[in-house]
């Protein structure tokens, strides 16, 4: 008796140990071949980057569209490869309506609004789409992506005009010429309310399917208005909510982290190969002067990178002849573009990261090469009217 139960227990252990070796050694990539399990065609898709992301990451499907969730956004702007998953969830209209209840209005956005709804919501192709292309916008820019959607100058963005966006997008994957495979994957991609149709040779967009963004803007009816200050607000803290999770990760309920783990998070999606990975953290480690970064001087630092472009246009104008700066030109030029005075610690850190050869300058096109490498999700246009906000759609998408 005793060898019988024994014999059961090394079954049941090396099933346990066979599983564990399963999810160890599994490809980043598999999470997505369980999930296309039932759309073959998926895999075969030819799809651009962002939309390969997109089906990637969202987890829910209603009325034969696929959703991400705000948990599934949060996920693809910070993972490098999605959770393990069997299946997309199908929604039954019942639970939409309530998740539709729980999406508070836009006059109560918080920095928590996304983990609080994690997976009680739906977010479009067309909603990801729009949430990526302002996520690293400077404040100075939400100004110009609001009057882009007030067309009409009132000062207050309607349902109606909210919904460009998606006849924008419409259009665009209506002039792709697209096999079997793509064609069918790609109409998932757009809600009923973001597949256009043909009426009178112009595009009308259904709005019987709203996303947990349109309920939070413009409330159950569609019938409410977005005002500037909701606006800026909602994106201000949309900002702040993936710097807090980003800072979360290595404070682990401190309002501080270390100066090597402040070098993780700036090294972040850099694309480093590990040993050079390990060769810009050996400068932090070799600096001696080792404090501590608050969550408040991190978030004054990202101010710079939201401001990538007016750092690179204030380096270019007052050092355009030179390649490489020192540290008080980099900090000169810090100061202009965060809005705000930053710690010279983090100055320091940031200079000791990039100066490679420790002669007291750093390469100005490889510390631009980096941070742009790290902001892999931002338009490369900055929109200044419809016609310009169209093309700064087209370019999300190619990418």
Do not use: W
């Not at 060898?3 to 090396?14: E, F, H, N, P």
């Not at 573009?337 to 990039?354: P, Q, W």
């Amino acid at each position: 008796m005793a060898s019988i139960s024994l014999k059961v227990l090394c079954t049941l252990g090396g099933g346990v140990l066979a599983c564990i070796s399963y999810f160890k050694v599994r490809e980043p990539s598999e999470p997505y071949r369980l999930i296309s399990k039932e759309r073959p065609e998926e895999l075969q898709a030819k799809l651009t980057k962002r939309e390969r992301r997109f089906v990637d990451f969202a987890s829910a499907e209603y009325a034969g569209q696929i959703y991400m969730t705000p948990g599934d956004f949060l996920a693809s702007v910070l993972e490098r490869h999605p959770m393990p998953c069997l299946r997309r969830k199908i929604l039954t209209k019942d639970e939409l309506a309530h998740f539709h209840k729980q999406v508070p209005p836009v006059d109560q956005n918080t920095s928590m609004l996304f983990r609080k709804l994690s997976d009680s919501g739906i977010l479009s192709f067309a909603d990801y789409l729009f949430l990526l292309s302002v996520l690293t916008r400077p404040e100075s820019g939400f100004r110009i992506v609001f009057d882009m959607f007030d067309t009409d100058g009132n000062q207050r963005i309607d349902h109606s005009e909210f919904i460009t966006i998606r006849q924008i997008l419409g259009r665009t994957l209506k002039e792709r010429n697209a096999d079997e495979d793509t064609r069918k994957t790609l109409t998932r991609l757009t809600s009923k309310a973001g597949r256009p149709k043909l009426t009178n040779g112009d595009y009308e967009a259904e709005r019987n399917i709203a996303t947990t963004l349109q309920v939070h803007f413009f409330g159950m009816r569609g019938t409410d208005t977005l005002k500037y200050s909701e606006f800026h607000n909602f994106m201000k803290h949309l900002q702040q909510e993936v710097l807090q999770i980003e800072f979360g990760r290595y404070s682990r309920g401190r309002n501080y982290i270390s100066d090597e783990e402040f070098a993780h998070l700036l090294l972040n999606y850099t694309h480093l190969k590990p040993h050079q990975y390990g060769q810009y953290l050996q400068r932090i480690h070799n600096m001696g002067d080792h404090r501590t970064v608050t969550y408040d001087e991190f978030e004054a630092f990202c101010q710079v990178l939201h401001n990538l472009d007016d750092f690179v246009v204030a380096m270019r104008f007052f050092y355009s002849v030179k390649r490489a700066i020192s540290k008080d030109e980099f900090a000169q030029a810090v100061r202009i573009c965060a809005g705000s005075k930053v710690d010279a610690h983090l100055i320091d850190l940031v200079f000791a990261l990039f100066d490679e050869d420790n002669d007291g300058y750093v390469s100005l096109n490889e510390f631009l090469l980096m941070m742009k490498n790290k902001l892999r999700f931002r338009c490369d246009y900055q929109p200044v009217g419809v016609k310009a906000f169209k093309r700064c759609m087209r370019q999300e998408m190619r990418y």
